[in-house]
């Protein structure tokens, strides 16, 4: 039996194909056509999504992923509890579904887990060792961060260009430089706190599309898994056939 799963995030689309050893990813696709993006996909026995693009997406990808496969994809949302790990939100659904499985697929593996998502938004969860989610922050990722200054700044040009934490020697320097300088700043403070109260060792996990540009300025140990959006999908959906 084949099956397709899917990350539906904010601003990018991922997929994964299997059927038994056989596996087959693809991604990133940014654009929100969704006919369009769907049909680049493969066709598979069952469809598993997790989408955070919300109610009336999830209906229109849902219509999309139909008429592909010929089966109705099956939706994962974020529970009070799964896998061990219990939430802490009142509404346990508003918690997005990507940094759900993420944690629930560091917690399977992991234990004690931080998680790093450096995506449109650069989100921070932490899980403790009994799967206790503990909480998290959401703050603008870099791509939103130079958009804004960009929009509300006059005169202000970014030339194309890798950022360092080193002291900016152009406008555009100084752009790319301090906001990189001050995520890391951010990312950096979180983890040394989480530490505090989480186990020192505790594995923290970095994802996400700019995992790479901020990643290479972390003091820190971390291990860098660019799908586990995915692999946690993939891993519940495993656990509820």
């Not at 989408?51 to 009336?56: D, H």
């Not at 450096?118 to 990722?141: E, H, K, M, N």
């Not at 001050?182 to 989480?198: G, I, W």
Request: charged fraction near 20%; hydrophobic fraction near 45%; charge should be negative.
């Amino acid at each position: 039996m084949s099956r397709l799963f899917v990350d539906v995030g904010n601003t990018a689309l991922k997929w994964r194909w299997r059927e038994g050893e056989r596996c087959q990813q693809g991604g990133c696709r940014h654009e929100r056509q969704w006919s369009a993006v769907m049909a680049t996909l493969p066709v598979a026995d069952q469809v598993w999504v997790a989408s955070v693009a919300g109610s009336e997406a999830d209906q229109a990808i849902a219509a999309c992923l139909k008429e592909l496969t010929g089966v109705a994809p099956q939706f994962y949302y974020s529970r009070a509890q799964h896998l061990g790990v219990r939430s802490c939100y009142p509404e346990p659904r508003r918690l997005g579904a990507d940094r759900w499985v993420a944690m629930v697929e560091c917690y399977q593996r992991f234990g004690a887990s931080v998680v790093i998502d450096c995506g449109s938004a650069l989100t921070i969860d932490a899980v403790d060792a009994d799967g206790r989610f503990l909480g998290g922050y959401i703050v603008p990722g870099l791509g939103m961060l130079r958009n804004a200054l960009l929009r509300d700044t006059a005169d202000v040009h970014v030339e194309p260009g890798g950022a360092s934490l080193a002291l900016g020697q152009s406008t555009g320097q100084c752009v790319h430089n301090g906001l990189l300088r001050m995520s890391v700043a951010f990312v950096t403070d979180v983890v040394v706190e989480l530490r505090q109260t989480l186990a020192d060792t505790c594995q923290v996990v970095v994802t996400g599309g700019d995992a790479a540009e901020l990643s290479k300025s972390f003091s820190f140990d971390f291990l860098h898994m660019p799908d586990l959006v995915l692999d946690g999908l993939e891993r519940v959906a495993a656990q509820q056939q």
